[in-house]
C-alpha cells in the first residue's frame, strides 16, 4: 500500500516538474540547512514558536511549568517539555505546494533543539531530521532501524542517534528510558498505518475520500521543493515509536501513526493500557485504513489509552490531491468516537490547517510538580538525618544549615546527615535548607528540629 502511494505521489511530482530530481550540487535537493544562529536567532526563533511570554529574552530558555506543542504539519511539533526544546518529528511539508506550511526548516533548527524524537522514518515524518540534527548539533531518537536510515541518508559525518529500542524488537516492545531530566518517557514500539480488509463485525465506517485543493496555485512549488520530494518519497519506514511523556502532574502521548494492531498484534493494545493514565494524547488520524475501516484504527488507540483530551494530526492538506484540509475528517472522527461508552469519550482539540500551524496557545499546556520539602529522621548514635523530597530535578545545589554548623550537598540524592556534637551546639530549633536550581533560583525551607536523644549544649 504504502509503495502505491509512493508511486501515486512520484508520478504526480513528475509531471508537475520533471526535471528537479535533483540540487544543483547533484545531493538531494534542498536537505542543506544553515547552522544553527546566535543566542538572539534562538530567542527570536523560540519566541514564535512557543509564545514570547513563555521565553527569557536574555537567555531563550522556557518556562519549565509549561508543555508547549507547536504544529509545523503532518505529525511535525516544536515542543518545549519542562524546558528542554526538542523535535517531535522532522520535516516541514514541501514539494507538491511550498510554504502552505509557514516554516523554513532552518528555523527549526534556530530552536536549538536537544534532541528529534522519530515516529517513524517515512519522509513526511523525518526528511528534515538528518540536516535538521547536522545544524543544531542534536540527537535523534528512534528505533534502531531508524538510526541505520539516519547513517544512511547523511553525507558527511552522520549526526548522533540514540536507539532506546533496538533493531528488530517486536511489536509490543516498551522501554522507560532517561532522554530528558525531569521528565519520565516511556516508548513503545507498534505499528504503522495499513490497509485491512473491512471489518464487517464493526460496523460501516464512512472513508474520507481526497479532494482537489488550491494550495498548489497559491502556494507554488518551487523546484528546489519538487527535487526534495522526488528524493525522500521512498525513504524507509524503519518500524513505528510511540511516547509517552510523564511531566510533573500531566501525561502526554505522542503518536504519528496508528496502525492496525486488531489484526497484526492484537496484544498490543494490552502494552498501550499500561501507559494510563494519559492526560493529552495527540494522535495521527490520516491512516491507509481509514478507506476500508475509516477511523477505526484511533478510535481503538483512544479506547486503550484512555486519555481525557485527544489531539488529532496527520490530517492536513499537505500532499494536495491526495490528502484533505483537516475539517474534512472532523464528521468522521466524532462519529468514530460516538461509538465509545460516554464516560470512555476524550474532550477533542481539533486543530485545522492552515490556520492552526505555528499557534503555541493551541496547545499550551500548565503543569504542576510536585513541592520540595526537607525531611529529616532521628538515627541511631544521636544523629539527624536530613534530605530534600519532592520534584528534585531541577535542583543544582543545597545548602543545609543548623546553627554553626553548615553542609552543601552538590548532587543527587540530596541528603546528609548532622552527627550529636553538631547537633548538641545547635545555636537554634529550626533547621534551614536553602535549595538553588539550574535556573539560578533560590528558596529557603525550615524545619523543627526534633532532640533525637542528645541534650542542646549549655
Given at each position: 500500500m504504502r509503495a502505491a502511494w509512493c508511486a501515486v505521489l512520484?508520478?504526480?511530482?513528475?509531471?508537475?516538474?520533471?526535471?528537479?530530481?535533483?540540487?544543483?550540487?547533484?545531493?538531494?535537493?534542498?536537505?542543506?540547512?544553515?547552522?544553527?544562529?546566535?543566542?538572539?536567532?534562538?530567542?527570536?526563533?523560540?519566541?514564535?514558536?512557543?509564545?514570547?511570554?513563555?521565553?527569557?529574552?536574555?537567555?531563550?530558555?522556557?518556562?519549565?511549568?509549561?508543555?508547549?506543542?507547536?504544529?509545523?504539519?503532518?505529525?511535525?511539533?516544536?515542543?518545549?517539555?519542562?524546558?528542554?526544546?526538542?523535535?517531535?518529528?522532522?520535516w516541514v511539508p514541501r514539494g507538491l505546494n511550498e510554504h502552505y506550511v509557514p516554516v523554513r526548516p532552518e528555523e527549526l533548527a534556530a530552536l536549538d533543539p536537544e534532541l528529534i524524537l522519530l515516529g517513524h522514518a517515512h519522509f513526511d515524518h523525518a526528511a528534515d531530521a538528518v540536516p535538521i540534527a547536522q545544524a543544531a548539533d542534536a540527537t535523534i531518537v528512534g528505533l534502531g532501524e531508524h538510526c541505520a536510515e539516519m547513517v544512511r541518508r547523511a553525507s558527511g559525518l552522520p549526526p548522533r542517534c540514540t536507539p532506546v529500542i533496538p533493531a528488530g524488537a517486536p511489536t509490543g516492545t516498551k522501554r522507560e528510558t532517561e532522554l530528558l531530566p525531569g521528565v519520565g518517557v516511556t516508548v513503545v514500539k507498534h505499528l504503522h498505518s495499513g490497509a485491512q480488509e473491512p471489518d464487517a463485525s464493526d460496523g460501516y465506517h464512512v472513508p474520507v475520500l481526497p479532494t482537489g485543493s488550491l494550495s498548489p496555485v497559491t502556494h507554488p512549488p518551487s523546484p528546489e521543493a519538487m527535487a526534495h520530494l522526488v528524493a525522500h518519497a521512498p525513504d524507509a519506514e524503519g518500524g513505528s515509536m510511540l511516547y509517552r511523556f510523564q511531566v510533573g502532574d500531566t501525561s502526554f502521548v505522542w503518536h504519528d501513526t496508528s496502525g492496525p494492531l486488531k489484526e497484526l498484534a492484537p496484544g498490543g493494545f494490552e502494552v498501550l493500557r499500561t501507559l494510563r493514565p494519559v492526560d493529552v494524547?495527540?494522535?495521527?488520524?490520516?491512516?491507509?485504513?481509514?478507506?476500508?475501516?475509516?477511523?477505526?484504527?484511533?478510535?481503538?488507540?483512544?479506547?486503550?489509552?484512555?486519555?481525557?483530551?485527544?489531539?488529532?494530526?496527520?490530517?492536513?492538506?499537505?500532499?494536495?490531491?491526495?490528502?484533505?484540509?483537516?475539517?474534512?475528517?472532523?464528521?468522521?472522527?466524532?462519529?468514530?468516537?460516538?461509538?465509545?461508552?460516554?464516560?470512555?469519550?476524550?474532550?477533542?482539540?481539533?486543530?485545522?490547517?492552515?490556520?492552526?500551524?505555528?499557534?503555541?496557545?493551541?496547545?499550551?499546556?500548565?503543569?504542576?510538580?510536585?513541592?520540595?520539602?526537607?525531611?529529616?529522621?532521628?538515627?541511631?548514635?544521636?544523629?539527624?538525618?536530613?534530605?530534600?523530597?519532592?520534584?528534585?530535578?531541577?535542583?543544582?545545589?543545597?545548602?543545609?544549615?543548623?546553627?554553626?554548623?553548615?553542609?552543601?550537598?552538590?548532587?543527587?540524592?540530596?541528603?546528609?546527615?548532622?552527627?550529636?556534637?553538631?547537633?548538641?551546639?545547635?545555636?537554634?530549633?529550626?533547621?534551614?535548607a536553602e535549595v538553588v536550581s539550574r535556573g539560578g533560583e533560590r528558596q529557603v525551607l525550615k524545619r523543627r528540629v526534633p532532640g533525637c536523644g542528645v541534650r542542646r549544649a549549655r
Open positions: 512520484l508520478a504526480t511530482v513528475a509531471l508537475a516538474a520533471p526535471a528537479a530530481a535533483h540540487g544543483p550540487d547533484g545531493a538531494r535537493g534542498g536537505d542543506p540547512v544553515a547552522r544553527a544562529p546566535d543566542v538572539r536567532a534562538t530567542v527570536a526563533a523560540r519566541n514564535r514558536f512557543f509564545g514570547e511570554g513563555n521565553v527569557d529574552q536574555a537567555t531563550g530558555a522556557v518556562r519549565r511549568d509549561r508543555v508547549i506543542f507547536s504544529w509545523v504539519g503532518v505529525t511535525n511539533f516544536a515542543a518545549a517539555i519542562r524546558g528542554h526544546v526538542v523535535l517531535l518529528d522532522a494524547q495527540l494522535g495521527a488520524i490520516q491512516s491507509f485504513n481509514q478507506f476500508t475501516n475509516g477511523m477505526r484504527d484511533i478510535r481503538m488507540y483512544i479506547e486503550a489509552l484512555r486519555p481525557a483530551l485527544f489531539v488529532p494530526d496527520h490530517h492536513d492538506d499537505w500532499a494536495p490531491g491526495i490528502t484533505n484540509q483537516g475539517d474534512s475528517y472532523r464528521e468522521p472522527l466524532y462519529a468514530e468516537l460516538a461509538r465509545l461508552p460516554a464516560e470512555q469519550r476524550p474532550q477533542v482539540r481539533f486543530l485545522r490547517d492552515p490556520m492552526d500551524y505555528v499557534r503555541p496557545e493551541a496547545l499550551t499546556f500548565p503543569v504542576r510538580f510536585a513541592p520540595l520539602r526537607l525531611t529529616r529522621r532521628c538515627a541511631g548514635a544521636g544523629r539527624l538525618h536530613v534530605s530534600l523530597a519532592g520534584d528534585t530535578a531541577d535542583v543544582q545545589e543545597v545548602r543545609v544549615r543548623l546553627g554553626a554548623a553548615r553542609r552543601t550537598v552538590g548532587a543527587a540524592p540530596w541528603r546528609t546527615a548532622l552527627s550529636r556534637r553538631e547537633l548538641a551546639r545547635r545555636g537554634g530549633r529550626s533547621l534551614v
